[in-house]
């Protein structure tokens, strides 16, 4: 009896041209180390960002005023905020050389006008 049964057939695999292939992941290699942005913009900030030694002396003659007028903090809060646009303005600057000379003559214009401000 068992021979006259009737089985049910097994559909047939799709062809291999209908199948999905397969995600190939392409392994990195193994001495690559991962790369954040903020890596790569650190070096570049880092070379850029410092101050020529003319402003440095004038943003250190503006912190020496500003310790002089310790007791009046009307201008040693002006200067103290003077000194940090300063700072933040000239150390985006990216033409260093042009700020060098800049920064000379506010030094010089400084001097002449420390007298005045207490310095």
Not at 22 to 45: C, K, L, N, Q, Y
Not at 58 to 70: D, F, M, P, R, T
Not at 83 to 111: G, H, M, P, V, Y
């Amino acid at each position: 009896l068992t021979a006259c049964e009737k089985k049910e057939a097994t559909p047939p695999a799709p062809p291999a041209a209908q199948q999905p292939a397969p995600a190939a992941a392409t392994p990195a290699p193994a001495d690559a180390m991962p790369v954040t942005p903020a890596e790569t913009a650190a070096p570049m900030e880092a070379a850029t960002s410092a101050l020529p030694p003319s402003c440095e002396a004038y943003l250190a003659k503006i912190n020496e005023c500003v310790q002089k007028n310790a007791n009046n903090a009307g201008t040693a809060n002006m200067l103290q905020e003077q000194e940090a646009q300063l700072r933040e303005i000239w150390t985006k600057e990216a033409n260093k050389e042009a700020l060098e000379s800049s920064c000379q003559q506010a030094t010089d214009i400084f001097t002449q006008n420390a007298a005045g401000m207490g310095c």
